[in-house]
Structures are given as structure tokens and as C-alpha cells.
């Protein structure tokens, strides 16, 4: 049976992909900047005699492996390559070796399981029909996305795939485990960066200035307001400041503050009334106190839609590669992926990988100093990429 061959095989190449793993882990890169390790998934594909094709969209991969009869139907993987600017904590033999660089979402655990389930699928090329496109995309982590580059360098196009999956690490799931959601799945993103402008001066004489810090203080709160008076209640909304900067001493009103925050939602036309809604507040609010204020709103990734046929199908594949006991349905989730582009082009499914140790005492969690994966992991995910993946083509 092609299941037994592909766990066979999953166990086969899992050492391979651990170290695969370990090394990538050790030697991260910033978005934009993966070159390296472009040159490093470069080596392994041509050593196992994998055409691709390097530098789409910046530093990405796309890799086809084709079966007996490639024209038939082109389906793609995914899998992201850029780290974190995170300092690590870890102590371990293949802690990150480049000061303040970690791969602190998982993308090293990605491409490693992307690179096992090549192995498998090119084992196995003549068992199956059509064509089975590998993406390896740069930038996840930074607007405007890496997707979103490899989009407009035609990755999803000559021919256009009629199906695309991603796999994303999960650290409050347990290794062995996987996790799906039909429909809208993830939220968009915006940053929303605000200054507030008046005339700074003393502290002991605010008659004779305009309070900037008071006037961003009553910005941040009233903002509240476009979610909770004004966001369609079956709407997931999140509106967060995290960053603000009022850079005057204990008797100084600065001229300026700095307010940097994140809107996420997950239908379109809202998220366009939203922008217009906290542009009009931010900015009358500060004229009404005597400032001014400047918005800018960078729009980021769209929100991430799973294909409902597609997810219902995988699901029930994951159920049949791993026991039912080993998937579980997940929840909507506010954080965002540029994955998003690609499902907004054609059906996708985007699910997620357990990493989970259970004898951990913490959640490793994503984009902490203390990120790591149960590697037991690997075998599973690339296991159940190649698997899912012969069976949609």
C-alpha cells in the first residue's frame, strides 16, 4: 500500500531531516536575507536530482517533482524560510549561532519537512499521476510578504496549481498531532503607526503647550471604540498598541509622540471601514485638544481562508495516515500568515503540526526565546505532507 510506503519512508529519511533541521536551525536569516540558506536547500535538491528553479520572488525556491504523467494536474507545497530577530535562550547542541537571529516560528521545522516529504515524493514518482510543485518562500515574517513576491513572480502560475497546502508548527499541540479548520482560519494584518504632533514645553506650564501625551493617551483609549461600538458583531476584531513613544522627561512635554499598533479582522470591507474609521478618530480627536496627528495604516496579508471541500478531504486523510485520536479541529486564530495570498488564488488548506513535548515543563511558544520542537515531529509532518499530497493529485 502507498500509506505503508510513505511511513516507511518517513521513517527512513526522519534522522536526515532532524539534522537537516538542526542545521538550518543554527544558521538562521532574517527576512529578505536567506540567502544562505537558499543556497544550502539549492545543495540538497540538486544532490537528489530535483529540477528548480532559485531566486523567485527574492531568495526562493520552486522545485517540481513530476509523476507518470505530469500534465494531468499540478497541485503545490509550501514551505517559509526566513527567522526572527530574537536573541536565544535555548541551550542546546544547535542553538543559533548568529547573534540575535532565531527561528523562533518553526520555519526551520517547515523546510525540514518539506525537504523529507521531496524525498518520499520523488521515491515514489512513479506511483502517482501529475505534477507536484515545491515552494520555498522567503520573507513570512515581514510586510509586504514573501508570498506576495513569489505571486508576482508567477509561482502560482505556467501552469496555475489547482491545490496548495502550508503546515505550521503548533507548540500548544502535542507532537504526533495535527490540527485543521475549514474556512476563514486566520486573520488579516495592518500596522497602524500614529504621531501625534502639538507644542512641546515645559511641564510645569501645559497652558502654554499643547499636552501631546495626553492627546495620545485619549487616542489609544477612544480608538477601543471601532471594535466594541463599531465592528459587525460575527466579525473577529483586534485592535492592540504596542509600542508608545513620548520622549520628553519627567518635566518636558515632547512636540511628538509615536503610537505603533496591529488591526486584524477577517472580512475585507470591514477591515476598509476600519482604516477610515480610525483615521477620522485619531485625527479629530487631536485636532479637537489643540494637535494634530498623522496616520499611516500599512496594509499587510488578507485573512487566510482553508478551502472547505479541500480541508474536509485532508482532514479525513490525516485521519486515515495518523488515527483520529491524532487530528483535532482548531479555532479560528487572530495571528496571521502571507499564506493568505496564495488561498485568496486558489483553493488551499493550511494546517498545523503539533511540536509539543510532553514532558516539557513551558509551551515553547512561538516567537519566544525558548521556541523548540519535539523533532519526533518531523516524521509526522513530512510524512503526512507527502501523503495528503498523493492523494489530491
Known amino acids: ?15 536526515e531531516m532532524i539534522a537537516i533541521r538542526r542545521h538550518l536551525h543554527t544558521y538562521p536569516e532574517l527576512s529578505e536575507k536567506e540567502e544562505k540558506t537558499a543556497a544550502y536547500i539549492c545543495e540538497k535538491l540538486t544532490e537528489w536530482a530535483i529540477p528548480f528553479t ?43 549561532c548568529i547573534p540575535g537571529v532565531m527561528h523562533a516560528c518553526g520555519h526551520d521545522v517547515h523546510m525540514a519537512c518539506l525537504l523529507g516529504a521531496i ?43 489547482g491545490k496548495i497546502f502550508g503546515q505550521h508548527v503548533l ?7 495535527v490540527g485543521f479548520k475549514a474556512g476563514r482560519y486566520m486573520a488579516s494584518t495592518d500596522e497602524v503607526y500614529l504621531t501625534v504632533r ?11 503647550n499643547t499636552d501631546t501625551v495626553l492627546i495620545a493617551s485619549h487616542i489609544v483609549v477612544a480608538l477601543q471604540q471601532v471594535v466594541s461600538r463599531s465592528a459587525p458583531p460575527g466579525i473577529p476584531t483586534v485592535l ?27 472580512d475585507e470591507t470591514w477591515r476598509a471601514q476600519a482604516h477610515e474609521k480610525i483615521t477620522t478618530l485619531a485625527q479629530g480627536m487631536a485636532q479637537s485638544m489643540g494637535g494634530d496627528c498623522e496616520v ?14 479541500l480541508t474536509e478531504k485532508s482532514k479525513r486523510l490525516a485521519i486515515e495516515f495518523l488515527g483520529r485520536e491524532n487530528v483535532v479541529d482548531l479555532e479560528q486564530r487572530m495571528t496571521a500568515e502571507d499564506f493568505a495570498y496564495y488561498s485568496h488564488i486558489v483553493p488551499a488548506c493550511f494546517y498545523r503540526l503539533g ?8 509551551i515553547r511558544n512561538l516567537h519566544t526565546d525558548i521556541f523548540d520542537a519535539d523533532e519526533s515531529s518531523i516524521e509526522t509532518g513530512m510524512g503526512l505532507m507527502a501523503w495528503i499530497a498523493v492523494n489530491n493529485i
Not at 507548540?171 to 498531532?177: I, N, Q
Request: proline share 7%.
Open 1 to 15: 500500500m502507498l500509506k505503508e510506503k510513505i511511513r516507511q519512508l518517513s521513517s527512513k529519511f526522519s534522522a
Open 54 to 96: 532559485p531566486n523567485v520572488g527574492g531568495h526562493g525556491i520552486v522545485a517540481e517533482i513530476r509523476g507518470r504523467k505530469p500534465d494531468s494536474q499540478l497541485i503545490a507545497l509550501r514551505a517559509d524560510m526566513d527567522a526572527l530577530p530574537i536573541v536565544e535562550r535555548n541551550e542546546v547542541s544547535y542553538k543559533s
Open 119 to 161: 524525498l518520499i515524493l520523488n521515491s515514489l514518482k512513479h506511483e502517482f499521476d501529475g505534477t507536484i510543485r515545491l515552494i520555498f518562500q522567503p520573507s513570512e515574517e515581514k510586510f509586504p510578504g514573501g508570498a506576495l513576491a513569489m505571486i508576482n513572480d508567477a509561482v502560482l502560475e505556467n501552469p496555475r496549481p
Open 171 to 177: 507548540p500548544t499541540l502535542e507532537a504526533g498531532k
Open 198 to 208: 502639538g507644542r512641546g514645553g515645559h511641564a510645569a506650564t501645559p497652558e502654554l
Open 240 to 266: 492592540s498598541f504596542g509600542k508608545f513613544i513620548a520622549n520628553g522627561r519627567t518635566n518636558i512635554i515632547p512636540g511628538e509622540v509615536k503610537i505603533d499598533g496591529t488591526f486584524r479582522t477577517f
Open 296 to 309: 499611516f495604516i500599512d496594509k499587510g496579508y488578507p485573512y487566510l481562508v482553508n478551502d472547505e471541500e
Open 355 to 362: 511540536v509539543k513535548n510532553p514532558g516539557w515543563k513551558e
